[in-house]
Antibody
Framework: EVQLVESGGGLVQPGGSLRLSCAAS????????MNWVRQAPGKGLEWVSY????????YYADSVKGRFTISRDNAKNSLYLQMNSLRDEDTAVYYC??????????WGQGTLVTVSS | EIVLTQSPATLSLSPGERVTLSCRAS??????LAWYQQKPGQAPRLLIY???NRATGIPARFSGSGSGTDFTLTISSLEPEDFAVYYCLQRSSWPRYTFGQGTKLEI
């Protein structure tokens, strides 16, 4: 069974930084594109960022462009999200999600990021 | 940006009933629509992809249909474990996915 385990969430002040990680297992990580999707408390889902299997393609939602950076280390089966200049509205559970044939098929359990002073 | 509008926001039903959830796109998205189920405190689970294809392990009581701008998810006979929030997702503007706002199915 595909396993995606996020970590790195926590409480951070506005303007601060945080780096999220996602450890993947039980599938060939290096052959799949990956995404980050977030969900604010009690709200719906919002796509955040995409990275291709080789890291050659990276895309961001307008709401995070210029502040967040997605990356991956295929040797370590890991996905990352560097979040800088955090704002209150970035408070959410962040999910890493696998993409297969242009569909998001598996999700991790998420890690909570709280931006508050 | 392609906007997905789900209706209704909340549905109150009983086990055994048949239910149809709606998702409407602001412009044509072909068949590039997926449905997810999310239970409290859990990650979303893929139910249907490309409008009508059931994902691996999804029971046959779940079915999807539609193309263009209008899509439906049908659960033929509700089981107690089906009460959850359902989201639609479009990939026509891949990789800039957008989600609907969700429909809550409650007992």
């Amino acid at each position: 069974e595909v396993q995606l385990v996020e970590s790195g969430g926590g409480l951070v002040q506005p303007g601060g930084s945080l780096r999220l990680s996602c450890a993947a297992s039980e599938f060939t990580f290096s052959t799949y594109s990956m995404n980050w999707v977030r969900q604010a408390p009690g709200k719906g889902l919002e796509w955040v960022s995409y990275i291709s299997s080789s890291s050659s393609g990276k895309y961001y939602a307008d709401s995070v462009k210029g502040r967040f950076t997605i990356s991956r280390d295929n040797a370590k089966n890991s996905l990352y999200l560097q979040m800088n200049s955090l704002r209150d509205e970035d408070t959410a559970v962040y999910y890493c999600a696998r993409e297969k044939s242009y569909n998001i098929d598996y999700w991790g359990q998420g890690t909570l990021v709280t931006v508050s002073s | 940006e392609i906007v997905l509008t789900q209706s209704p926001a909340t549905l109150s039903l009983s086990p055994g009933e048949r239910v149809t959830l709606s998702c409407r796109a602001s412009q044509s998205i072909g068949s590039y629509l997926a449905w997810y189920q999310q239970k409290p405190g859990q990650a979303p689970r893929l139910l249907i992809y490309d409008a009508s294809n059931r994902a691996t392990g999804i029971p046959a009581r779940f079915s999807g249909s539609g193309s263009g701008t209008d899509f439906t998810l049908t659960i033929s006979s509700l089981e107690p474990e089906d009460f959850a929030v359902y989201y639609c997702l479009q990939r026509s503007s891949w990789p800039r996915y957008t989600f609907g706002q969700g429909t809550k199915l409650e007992i």
